[in-house]
């Protein structure tokens, strides 16, 4: 055989990981935690911080989390977010409506030991809403509430923990969501976004509640 004739063809290099896969909350902590060692490192400010951390947790695929660490440093010189599995919290409730807590000239109050399903919305109207997830069981990592407080006043407390994050706006009234990160890797994340008119939303930790021992509790609760 004449092998001039038929020079061996490169190897054509392995394909990149598909864009478009579905993020995980693994994902979306890991480009969340390189977004606050860039700003805690001074080649982000805040303002540009706090924009991008609120495309992370809105971010569905991969390819939608790549972009917002391309400009960055990351610790092993890679902006991919991590394939790692996330942290088994125990079976999620079957995908359906966010739960609603909805005071109009009357008050709502969700506390003890309840199960928090992925995204709740809370809505005051010269009223009062109450978020105890102090002592709440959770089914997977990332709870987002959506806060809306007119005339009227939505109060949500956490173990201190947990990490908590938020954004939001008050106008002519207050919006204030006290930031945490949890030594824990995996403890949970709170995400608490909307706004306030002539009224009060507030998210902060409550002195002295932790959350202990987190995979024998879950699989305690519900039935791992």
Do not use: C
Not at 168 to 191: H, K, M, Q, R
């Amino acid at each position: 055989m004449d092998l001039e004739k038929h020079p061996q063809q490169p190897a054509a290099p392995a394909p990149p990981a598909p864009a478009g896969i579905r993020a995980s909350d693994a994902d979306r902590d890991r480009i969340a935690d390189i977004l606050r060692e860039a700003m805690a490192e001074g080649r982000l400010t805040a303002e540009e911080q706090a924009e991008r951390v609120d495309a992370v947790y809105r971010a569905k695929t991969v390819g939608e989390l790549e972009p917002l660490v391309q400009d960055l440093p990351t610790p092993g010189g890679s902006t991919r977010p991590s394939s790692a599995t996330p942290y088994a919290y125990g079976p999620e409730a079957p995908a359906g409506p966010a739960d609603n807590l909805v005071a109009i000239f009357s008050s709502s109050t969700r506390k003890g030991r309840w199960r928090v399903g992925g995204r709740t919305n809370a809505f005051a109207l010269f009223g009062s809403v109450e978020i105890d997830l102090t002592e709440a069981l959770f089914s997977q990592r990332l709870t987002v509430i959506n806060a809306t407080s007119i005339f009227g006043s939505v109060e949500i407390k956490v173990p201190e923990n947990i990490s908590l994050r938020g954004s939001g706006t008050g106008v002519f009234g207050n919006f204030e969501v006290l930031t945490l990160e949890s030594a824990d890797p995996e403890a949970p994340v709170i995400v608490v976004n909307g706004y306030s008119v002539f009224g009060n939303v507030e998210a902060k930790p409550k002195r002295g509640k932790l959350i202990t021992d987190l995979h024998n509790r879950l699989r305690k609760h519900l039935g791992h």
